[in-house]
């Protein structure tokens, strides 16, 4: 089966800082572009930052110059460093292809940045 894991979110005060993590059971997710999602409660799915396949990184206005998208493809892995954390930044977050596949979508990690 293949799956993402995300990890690594949690309740933080403003200001703060977080890095999520997305493990891949496969090393297919190495070669493919890939992206960092959130849902914040009440709105829908939003792509805040993707990676290429020439690891070229691109960011949704609202957290750019705040967070940093890498790759490792040693650990099937793609991570999602948040720094100067905001209240607007509380939501769902998930890994995915991008574009997404809908079989891809695994169970998310909460990030809750409080004032």
């Known amino acids: 089966q293949v799956q993402l894991v995300e990890s690594g979110g949690g309740l933080v005060q403003a200001g703060g800082s977080l890095r999520l993590s997305c493990i891949g059971s496969r090393r297919l997710f190495n070669f493919l572009p890939m992206g960092w999602y959130r849902q914040a409660p009440g709105k829908q799915r939003e792509l805040v930052a993707d990676?290429?396949?020439?690891?070229?990184?691109n960011y949704s206005d609202s957290v750019k110059g705040r967070f940093t998208m890498s790759r490792d493809p040693t650990k099937n892995g793609v991570y999602l460093q948040m720094d100067s954390l905001k209240p607007e930044d509380t939501a769902v977050y998930y890994c995915?292809?991008?574009?997404?596949?809908?079989?891809?979508w695994g169970r998310g990690t909460q990030v809750t940045v409080s004032s």
């Open positions: 995915n292809t991008h574009p997404p596949g809908a079989d891809f």
């Open positions: 990676i290429t396949t020439a690891d070229t990184t």
